[in-house]
Structure formats: C-alpha cells, structure tokens
C-alpha cells in the first residue's frame, strides 16, 4: 500500500477514477483485478484516515475536558 | 540751531517717537479690527495690516510674542489685539506692535483647533488609509499619561478586569502645563521605540480645555502620526475632542473605553474561541460525514460492491465463444460426416462386393432366363429331333438297305449320280451289315424319261 503520507484526497481521487474505469467495464480482466485490488486498499486507507481523523477530532475535543461523543450535528458541550 | 533752522529727517523722526513714547494711551493700545497682508516670517515674526471700513494701521509681532499664539493669524480675521503704537523710524511709519493677539468672536483656543484641524487634515494626517487595525489579543499595552491620574487607574483596572493576560506598560508624561507637550512627544517616542507593544494608548482624564490643550499641539499630533504602533487617543470626557483624536488610530471617549477598545473581555473572547472550537468542530465533523458518504458510496459502487460483475463479462464472452467454439466445430464435424456419407455411398456404389452380387443376380436371372429359354429351345428341338427322328425313321436308309439298297461313296462324297464316276474309281460300297470295296469297271448313263 501507499505510504502512510499519502494524502486522503489522493487516495479517494484515485479511488474514483478506479471505480469509473471499472464501471465502465472495458478494462482487460487481469487490470480489472488489479485495479479492484488497488481499490480495496486505497478504500480501507480511506476509512482509516476517516477513523484516526474522527478519533482526534474527539480527541481533541477531550483535551478541552468535555469528552463528548462524537456526533456532527453537534459542537462540543460548553463549559466554561 | 538757530541760524540752520532745517532739521534732519531722522531728528523729526525721533522726535514724532517721543511723542509715541511719551503718550501712555499708545503704550497699552486695545484694538480690534481685520487682519489682511499677513505675512509669517521664517524669523518667527508677524507683518500685517489691521484694518477697518475706514482705516488701517501697519502692525507687527515679534517673535517672542507670536510663539505664545494658540492659532495663526490669517487675513480676513477679526481679532483682538493689545499691543502698542511706535514709530518705525526707518520707514517713518506709525506701528502697531502687537503683544498679544486673540480672534474676535470666537476662542482663540477654539480657533487654533480648528486651524490645526484644517491643516493637518489637508495633509492627509487623519485619512483612514493610515488608521491601523487594532491587534485583537494585545499582549503589552504600552500608557501614555500621569502616572498618577485616574485615567492611568481606570486604564489599569479596567484591563485587569477584561483581560488580566494583558501586560501594561506605562510611559509616565505630564499631561498639562509647560511640560506636556515635549513630555508626551518624548514618551510616544519612547514607545515607538519598543518593538514588544502591540497597541499604546495616549490620554488623560477630564479637564478644562486648556489642561486638554497640550493633546491639540501640532507636535503631539504629528508624533502620534508617525508613531508605528496603533494608537488609541484618550482624551477627557465623551464630548472631548482633540487633534489627538483625530490622528490617533482609534478615537476613545474616556481612557476607560480606550482599555476597552485595547484589550478584549476576556469572557466574550472565551465564548469566542468556544463559538470557534464549535464552528471547526461542526465543520470538521461534518466534513468527516461528507467524506465517509463519499467514501462509503464508492465502496457501494457497483464494481466493489458485486466484484463478480468485473469477471463476468469475460466468463460470458469465454462461454459464447466456447459455444461458437463447439457449435462450429460440429457443423465442421457435420459437414465432414455427410462428406464421407456421400463419399462412402459413392464409395459403396463402385464397391465391386457389389457388381459382384449384382452381376450374381444378373447371372442368376440371366441363368433363369437361360435355363428356361434352352429348356424351350430344347423342348422346342426335343419336338423337332423326334419329329426328325420319326422323318429320319421314315427316311432311314437302314430300313432302305433292308430292303437291299446299298450307298456308295467315293471317298468322302455320297455317289447319288453316276454323273462324276470314272471307271477306275474305288468306292465305298456300304450295306446293311458292312462294307464293301469296289471298283468301277464302267459308267453308263441313263437317259431321263420325259
């Protein structure tokens, strides 16, 4: 797999340019398999950075001493 | 004396003077009137003319007395003068000397305000393009006022108050008297000079318009211009304006609203960096949420979601072909069969098994044919040999020769005529029971009976 520098928004572009081309379907089987191999890894690297990234985020959130669950609809709890 | 009666120019000239001197209504002269022809000296002295509807009068003032003005003569000014009148000798011209100058109407003060106002706003000291932004979080406040002034208490508290985090620096400087001026001008310098301000604010509290006056001085305001470091005036009370204002970067009614505008209220702050943390923390998380979808919808897409599909094209292609594959291969298969089928019945047509069994029919056939035509014919020569037979019996020459009949032959011929027979001829002589040899001794003809 890439190295862990890789950049999230280069995994999910080249992520995407691998389900077009295999949605597509005119790809020679062995690429085929290749690129889907290919693309499972760049997929779970994606959902990996997503993981660590939401685990800072709360993370973060706890330094402040409000450990809050992580939930987007909302902010961290005020506490002053 | 007496016998040159003619006196000098210079003699009745100084002698006009004295009568100048010596009448004490010109000594302490009060006089108003227009000042036109102003002309301000590089020397520090003042020429003009005053002037009425009716009259006008040659004036001037000296240096010493000019520094003392609060605003700048200009023509077309009323003013109030004290001064005294004299004779200029040289030009033999009455004088006004004027001692003191102050505009007519309106407060000298006032005027001078306003004249510096005009002046430095011309110059561009007050364009918003100069104005600094105030920093937001200011570490060092730098002070400029009485170290022992309520303004520099208020400024003080009301910073502690706000935002303790905030260190203050005081410049101490007289803010009225003789001294202010070069004291506060030395002080902004001062702080100019520090590169660890991030704001400095300039006042003092309340007071008459002359304790305020040294904060409307041209040095001051062109101290606070050039000053790096954002500047806040705070001058007096809320109705308080001075030049001070003007060119600082941010006006403050009271010093306390200065500490106010200088630093921020801690708790707002907090609430802001809170709102902040909120706002980065939605965003992120949303963000997150967004990416995860995006994320989550590739991986639903259709190639990684039935990973069969990307196979299965090349499954169906190999199988049609294997089918084309076979199908061909059969009609080839087929073709080839009926091929031989025709060849092998071509084949089984030449086959002479065949001829043979057919020529064994033909013959059998033919031999039936055969047998039946020669029983026929023989059934049909059987007839005829017994009817030959029963002529022959009847034509049988044995019976014949019973009955004494002989045939002769000569050699292989029959003897039926004597026609042919020469005398010397042996001949056969065939009987009944035997033979004969015998010779001809004569021939002799019969003749035929007619």
New interface residues.
Partial sequence: MENESMKFEDAMLQLEKIVQQLETGDVPLEDSITLYKKGMELSSFCQQKLQSAEKQLISIVDKDGTATPFDPSEGENASE | MANNPYLTVQAVTKYIKRKFDADRHLRNVYIKGELSNVKLHPSGHIYFTLKDEKSRIQSAMFRGNAANLKFRPESGMKVLIIGDINVYESSGQYQLYAQSMEPDGVGALFLAFEQLKEQLGKEGLFDPRWKQPLPWIPRKVGVITAKSGAAFRDICSTIGRRFPMAEIVLFPAAVQGKQAVPSIVEAIGQAGQRTDLDVLIVGRGGGSIEDLWAFNDEAVARALFSCRIPTISAVGHETDTTIADFVADRRAPTPTAAAEMAVPAQDEL?GRI?DR???I??F???R??T??K??TR??D????AY?DR??R??IEKQALLEERLTRSRNDLLSRKDQELGRTVSRLQYVNPLVRVQHGLKELLASEGRLTRAVTHSTAVRQERFMTGIRMLQALNPLHVMERGFTIIYNGQDLVKSATGMKTGDIVDVRLQDGQAKAEIISVTLTEEES
């Fill in positions: 907090a809170l943390k909120r706002v923390y939605r992120l998380a949303s997150l949420q990416e995860q995006r994320l590739l991986k897409s259709y190639p990684f990973p990307l196979y094209p090349f």
